[in-house]
């Protein structure tokens, strides 16, 4: 029984190490994107969106919810979107005295990529080239 507990801690703790060395390596190595790479931006937001769910259950993602390193994966967004999580931030801080979560920025970011890559319904810079690309057709 001793025995079955350690090698489920082994597992468990494996299994824990191998995600958090894998998520942390990724963001460690992700560049800034560039205001026009509405792609990039969705790559980025399906990823920060796959920690959301392992942050539950690995308590060392938790630093994910630190304002300075929401602060630093901000840093990695397109300028107008970094404007616009600048104030989404500065709003939330006010109202709530306290800087946005995760959860936040993942729903901040999620819609963002979303109208980003909608190039019917996109008000962001990036829409442009969407839109002179598809007169081009």
């Keep these: 029984s001793r025995r079955s507990s350690d090698l489920t801690l082994d597992h468990t703790f494996g299994i824990r190490f191998t995600v958090l060395e894998a998520l942390r390596r990724s963001l460690d190595h992700w560049g800034k994107i560039s205001p026009s790479d509405s792609e990039e931006l969705r790559r980025f937001s399906d990823f920060i969106n796959q920690c959301v769910s392992p942050k539950e259950t690995i308590p060392e993602l938790g630093i994910l919810d630190d304002g300075q390193k929401l602060k630093n994966l901000a840093q ?6 970094l404007q616009r999580w600048s104030h989404t931030a500065s709003v ?3 109202k709530y005295d306290e800087y946005p979560k995760l959860r936040e920025f993942t729903s901040f970011l999620t819609l963002d990529a979303e109208l980003a890559n909608d190039a019917f ?9 969407f839109h002179k690309e598809l007169s081009l057709l």
């Design 76 to 81: 990695l967004l397109p300028s107008w979107d």
């Design 92 to 94: 939330h801080k006010q």
């Design 121 to 129: 319904s996109c008000s962001s810079p990036v829409c442009g080239i």
